[in-house]
């Protein structure tokens, strides 16, 4: 056999070989294609209903949710559905045994289940708030109910005196400072940037971010190597919100100062890391949006439901306790009910 012959049949076996497998997928994909038939004739005319992920030890509120529109800045007591916060299955073991937290914007929603949670773990808990005293009294009768103790601290975090003076307040009270957890936040909606006012940025960004590093700068000569701060972020942070132009951006400000935070307390032993919530039922968002958009609240997620704020204050325990995550530091976990955020 010529070495042309020997080339050409190569050739034709290689064709040959590469022509079955060809075959073979092809058979595949049209025995795939006769499902996909049977398929749509079954569902013909049917939307998939999705439902709601569930998978804690609970089945959570989803919506349509309570149609409720609050004043600002939200009282918790005034929501027709109540945020769960007491994570009934939670056990605490000690891991912030002996310590002592500040908390701004803890006396409702997230703060406060994060509030109930550092306390069954053993820590002391400051509070600070702005002027929702019934919920304040109300997270804190949870707290002393812990078994630990519980300072209330009201007033504004845009004013860096009050944050010196409620950092002194807790320090006098419990002798020590471990764990800042800033919390407080303002939001309000807009349509459009001009719909901004130099008011409504100035008092969203001193809230938001001014007032995260007022207080951040009273603890820090207070705390200790095993220290912690814990900056709450937000997925529009991540992702940005068209209708949330402003609290987008400081809470990507928070995310860029957790890490830079982080990095400039490394030698002093103390951490600083972020949570990033997405949508969390809790007063912020039925004391912003109508009440017609608060009744979907959450069914954007992946999830199709709100997250409950005993879903979200573990994150805190964990991020807090030097026996969790004692090599984390600079990092911003999402929390977000949706994959890949």
């Not at 060809?22 to 025995?31: G, H, L, N, S, T």
């Not at 995550?325 to 929390?335: F, R």
Request: proline share 6%; hydrophobic share 35%.
């Amino acid at each position: 056999m010529s070495r042309a012959q020997a080339k050409e049949l190569k050739r034709a076996s290689s064709e040959s070989a590469t022509g079955k497998v060809a075959d073979k997928q092809q058979k595949i994909q049209r025995a795939q294609d006769r499902q996909d038939r049977k398929e749509s004739k079954k569902t013909a005319g049917v939307m998939p209903k999705k439902h709601p992920m569930q998978a804690g030890p609970y089945d959570y509120p989803s919506p349509p949710l309570p149609a409720q529109h609050l004043p600002k800045p939200g009282i918790e007591a005034d929501l027709k559905l109540r945020p769960r916060f007491m994570a009934p299955a939670y056990r605490g073991s000690g891991k912030l045994q002996g310590m002592a937290a500040l908390i701004t914007g803890g006396d409702s929603g997230i703060g406060r289940a994060v509030a109930v949670l550092f306390a069954r773990e053993g820590a002391d808990v400051a509070i600070a708030y702005l002027n929702e005293k019934e919920d304040a009294l109300e997270t804190q009768r949870c707290v002393l109910a812990e078994g630990t103790r519980c300072l209330l601290l009201s007033g504004d975090i845009k004013s860096s005196k009050f944050c010196d003076k409620a950092v002194k307040k807790t320090v006098e009270a419990f002798g020590k400072l471990d764990i800042l957890v800033n919390n407080a936040a303002f939001q309000t909606h807009a349509g459009s940037i001009e719909d901004l006012t130099d008011e409504r940025i100035d008092e969203t960004l001193r809230t938001n971010i001014c007032g995260y590093m007022y207080m951040a700068r009273a603890a820090v000569p207070h705390l200790t190597q095993g220290s912690s701060i814990i900056n709450t972020g937000s997925v529009t942070g991540l992702e940005g919100s068209s209708k949330l132009l402003d609290y987008s951006a400081t809470k990507g400000a928070i995310h860029a100062f957790t890490k830079a935070l982080a990095s400039n307390l490394l030698e002093r032993g103390i951490r600083v890391n972020a949570v990033a919530p997405g949508p969390v039922w809790t007063p912020l968002n039925p004391a912003d949006s109508s009440a017609e958009k608060v009744s979907e609240f959450g069914s954007g997620s992946d999830m199709k439901r709100p997250a409950q704020p005993e879903e979200l204050s573990p994150a805190y325990v964990f991020l807090a306790s030097p026996a969790c995550a004692s090599y984390i530091t600079g990092i911003v976990l999402p929390i977000t009910g949706s994959v890949g955020a």
